[in-house]
Structures are given as C-alpha cells and as structure tokens.
Nanobody
Framework: QMQPVESGGGLVQAGDSLTLSCAAS????????MGWFRQAPGKEREFVAA????????NFADSVKGRFTISRDNAKNTVYLQMNSLKPEDTAVYYC??????????????????????WGQGTQVTVSS
C-alpha cells in the first residue's frame, strides 16, 4: 500500500507563494501518477493538478493554470505543488492522491477523483486578502 502524506500548508497573504509537498511510502513511487485536489468549505473536492508517473506530462485545472506547477522527485518519493500568485479563492484543504500503474500510463495525468487509489489526510491552505 502506498500512503501519501502532505505537508507545507499554512496561512499566507494574497499574492504570496507556497509549496506543498507529498511524500509517499510503500511500493515503488515511480509507478504512481500523482494528483493534487482541494476542497473548500461547503464545496466538493476538485482537481488541481496531476503529473504522470514518468514525469513527462502534467495537467492543471483552468483556475490554477499559469500560477501552479507540479513536479516530482522519484528518488525522494515526493511530489511538489508550487503555488504562486495565491488568491483568497485558493483557500482549501489540499489533498495528495496516487494512482498505481502496473503497465502503460506513461503520459497519463488523471483528473477524476475516482481514478485515484490512495489519498493523504490533507493540508490546510488559507489565503487572506
């Protein structure tokens, strides 16, 4: 079993930057696509960004495109979400998720919650105006 653990959340001001990390333990990290989702109070969990297990492809929600980047370091079993130009509407609990591939998926960057196998507990990001 592969268990993601998020870190790096906090309280920042609008316009600031923040980097979230997601460390994973368990089977080979390199065969997992990784995704970030977020859930604001009273709203459904939504897709933010994803990176393929190869690191060759990334995918972003329109709301964060151009402001957020996702990267991974397979040697450290860690995926990062760099968030720039933060806005109050980015305030949410951010979740890291993993999807295992036994074959294929070199460029896959899943956007749907149901595609992911394992989830972290989440880290709070609060952006004040």
């Amino acid at each position: 079993q592969m268990q993601p653990v998020e870190s790096g959340g906090g309280l920042v001001q609008a316009g600031d930057s923040l980097t979230l990390s997601c460390a994973a333990s368990g089977p080979p990290f390199s065969r997992y696509a990784m995704g970030w989702f977020r859930q604001a109070p009273g709203k459904e969990r939504e897709f933010v960004a994803a990176i393929s297990w190869s690191g060759s492809s990334t995918n972003f929600a329109d709301s964060v495109k151009g402001r957020f980047t996702i990267s991974r370091d397979n040697a450290k079993n860690t995926v990062y979400l760099q968030m720039n130009s933060l806005k109050p509407e980015d305030t949410a609990v951010y979740y890291c998720a993993s999807k295992i591939y036994f074959s294929g998926g070199y460029y896959d960057t899943p956007r749907s919650i149901v595609e992911y196998d394992y989830w972290g507990q989440g880290t709070q990001v609060t952006v004040s105006s």
